[in-house]
């Protein structure tokens, strides 16, 4: 029977080859909330989410820096923990791939394939994408590098060339199934867009798919066979049954599998929906197993137009974002921002923007205004009229319960970014209310009406608190402290926000500081260097510009510039983490620099016969990070390193990374 009070949702894993970013942070963000506000819907939640730690990938990184894989990434997996732990995701496991249970599960999960015949031994003759982890052929349309290999259709990285023994999924033998099974949930995959690829790939004629690796050592030994280990997207796809209980021998663990699954929501990447939702499903099939109920499709990231990656060098550290900004407004702004299907664009000007607007004026506002007027009134406890006398709350109790149901639909159809909007359109609303009706007024002409505005808006601010816990859980807690209001996951949210009683009577305390603090108000975009420096930075740059009148006719005649062009020169402190040889290369040096607070970013220098690269790791100095991005050799080089009579240039003492060089 199906269990409608349940509700499972899961994240990808993460590869730990690097520390999350804002990419990785975005879907846990989406799965948080929408965890959340299931909790308050009435259901009981199970969260998944966790690190993919086997395969080529890890595998080669360890090797890189000479660590066993599963030190490796023992030593990344705690900026994923700490990181979900500093921005309130309420995971309810957080699944490691070398997990013995999961790992446990997957050998379960082959075995029984093996015994029903879906497996059979061959080998593979293709290519690899060791960056992606997926088997690629290639054709007449496929692009190549200036070298010649041919380059992964999805993330544009050279292919490898494979001719490997493997084990075989007969995946082929599925595609009638899955065909029958799309046809008949039109809904399995939002947007519907990505199912209308899914269905012609599949359409295209299913091949059978390798699912394990015989060069590779760094996974789960394949059962019967440990010359090879499992495939890992085989080895990964399962955490999602795995993480609740699969293939475990103890009968607790089976119930909680029975309870839990089938998923009711798999967040995921438009460039993983191929495996969601074609080789998952295949392996549920066979595995006799229920498919989940929706796969939710995200957009990507992108950061200097392009999909934020480590190996772009252009990711933004979401440590520091809330530092700068504070937690709950990064979480608002990646919800808000972006339409959830789309890619977007990580603007840090229009995440200033959206504090300054949207939190600060529009729903901090509104708190301490009610807060103060109430207070200096003498209305500490605000009980809820009976019966409300003005036409114009009547309109707006209406109105709340309206926002509600429209709130409800979208966060339903998880469309996070309408929900958002709609629920804003409301707050402009009792903005409006509180403007027209003139409390502060009314406390010196008419006090019962003056109780009720302030009741009204507060009954406002509570549907209001509850409604946006789930994306800014600690600001709304502080919110609804403020008029002596709490969450409580236990209650039934849906009935009462639904029944829109407005029979509450609030208590309200006077706030400390503002709910959300502004940050520093931000140049013209004609000042802005770079969509990369936080305001202080573009703020120096204004100031050392301001002011400064350029003696135009003597900069003709030399070649001096005035002060307005060297303030354009973004020069910034930053250490090389990491430097590499550029393959084919004489000249050129690959660096992973870190910028502190602005973030990371691949830098290639033509230095490479003046240093190797261990002279120039954990070396800090001094480079340009304004200069138009640049493929040299195939790569993207996002900035310069300055060297004087070849030595690296860098301050005398060290310095902060990002600090700026005036
Ligand atoms: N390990 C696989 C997933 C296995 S799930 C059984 C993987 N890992 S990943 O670390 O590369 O990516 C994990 C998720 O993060 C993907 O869904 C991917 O779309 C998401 N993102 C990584 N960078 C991103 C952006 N710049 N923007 C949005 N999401 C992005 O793939």
Redesign the pocket.
């Known amino acids: 029977m199906m269990n409608t009070k349940k509700f499972y949702i899961t994240t ?4 730990p080859n690097a520390k999350p970013h804002v ?2 942070l ?2 846990t963000v989406i799965a948080d909330t929408i965890a959340r506000w299931q909790k308050l819907m009435g259901k009981n939640v199970f969260f998944l989410t966790g690190l ?1 730690e086997h395969g080529q990938k890890i595998q080669d990184a360890a090797n890189a820096t000479g660590m066993a894989p599963k030190t490796y990434v023992d030593g990344i997996a705690p900026s994923y923990t700490n990181l979900w732990e500093r921005y309130n995701i309420a995971y309810s496991r957080f699944l490691r791939t070398s997990d013995a249970d999961h790992e446990r599960g997957v050998v379960a999960w082959i075995e029984q394939m093996i015994k029903q015949g879906d497996i059979y031994k061959s080998t593979y003759i293709g290519y690899y994408c060791t960056p992606d982890e997926t088997f690629d052929t290639v054709n007449t349309e496929t692009a190549k590098d200036e070298k010649g290999n041919y380059l992964c259709p999805e993330c544009n990285r050279p292919l490898r060339e494979l001719e490997e023994e493997s084990y075989f999924f007969r995946l082929s033998a599925y595609q009638d199934q899955l065909l029958k099974f799309y046809e008949e949930h039109p809904d399995f995959v939002t947007p519907k867009e990505r199912l209308n690829e899914v269905l012609s790939f599949v359409k295209g004629g299913l091949k059978d798919v390798s699912i394990s690796r015989k060069t590779v050592s760094w996974g789960i030994p394949f059962p019967g066979d440990p010359t090879h280990t499992v495939y890992v ?1 085989a080895d ?2 399962n ?1 999602y049954l795995t993480g609740i209980g699969y293939g475990q021998k103890e009968a607790d663990k089976l119930a909680q599998f029975a309870y839990w699954w089938p998923a009711d929501v798999q967040v ?5 929906a191929r ?1 969601h939702a074609i080789y998952w499903p295949a392996f549920l099939m066979a595995a006799n197993l229920a498919l989940p109920k929706k796969l939710l499709v ?5 950061a200097s137009g392009k ?3 480590k190996s772009l060098g252009n990711v933004i550290d979401p440590e520091q974002l809330a530092t700068w900004y504070g937690v709950d407004a990064v979480r608002y702004y990646l919800l808000r921002q972006m339409p959830i299907n789309q890619d977007g664009s990580f603007e840090l000007k229009d995440l200033e923007d959206r504090i300054n607007g949207d939190l600060a004026n529009n729903l901090g506002n509104l708190l301490s205004r009610i807060s103060t007027l109430a207070l200096a009134n003498g209305l500490a406890t605000v009980p809820s009229p009976t019966q409300l006398e003005s036409a114009t709350s009547i309109a707006l109790k209406e109105r709340c319960e309206e926002t509600f149901r429209l709130y409800l639909d979208e966060m339903n159809k998880y469309s996070l970014h309408t929900a958002l909007s709609c629920l804003w359109k409301f707050i402009s609303e009792v903005n409006a209310y509180v403007q027209t009706q003139k409390p502060w007024e009314l406390a010196k002409t008419n006090k019962d009406l003056f109780a009720e505005v302030i009741a009204s808006t507060c009954n406002c601010l509570h549907a209001i608190g509850v409604m946006l816990w789930p994306v800014m859980p600690h600001k709304m807690e502080l919110m609804l402290k403020a008029i002596g209001q709490t969450v409580d996951t236990t209650t039934n949210y849906e009935q009462s926000l639904r029944a829109n009683r407005w029979n509450t009577t609030f208590s309200i305390t006077k706030l400390e500081q503002p709910l959300f603090l502004r940050p520093e108000t931000h140049v013209t975009p004609a000042e802005t260097p770079s969509a990369f420096a936080p305001t202080e930075l573009r703020r120096d740059v204004a100031a050392s510009t301001a002011g400064a009148v350029p003696n135009q006719s003597t900069a003709a005649e030399s070649n001096e510039i005035a002060i307005e062009d060297f303030a354009k020169v973004e020069l910034i402190v930053g250490t090389v983490e990491q430097c590499e040889p550029v393959p084919n290369s004489e000249k050129l040096l690959k660096l992973q620099v870190d910028f502190g607070p602005l973030g990371k970013r691949q830098i290639l220098s033509g230095v490479a016969q003046l240093f190797k690269p261990e002279d120039l790791i954990g070396k800090q100095g001094v480079f340009v990070t304004n200069l138009k991005p640049r493929k040299m050799m195939g790569l993207m080089s996002h900035g310069m390193m300055l060297f004087a009579d070849n030595q690296v240039v860098c301050p005398r003492n060290a310095a902060q990374n990002g600090a700026r060089v005036k």
């Open positions: 990808p894993i993460y590869y990419g990785t975005y879907p993919d997207w990964a796809l955490n995921i990447g438009k460039e993983i495996f995200h957009g990507w990231i992108l999909k934020m990656s």
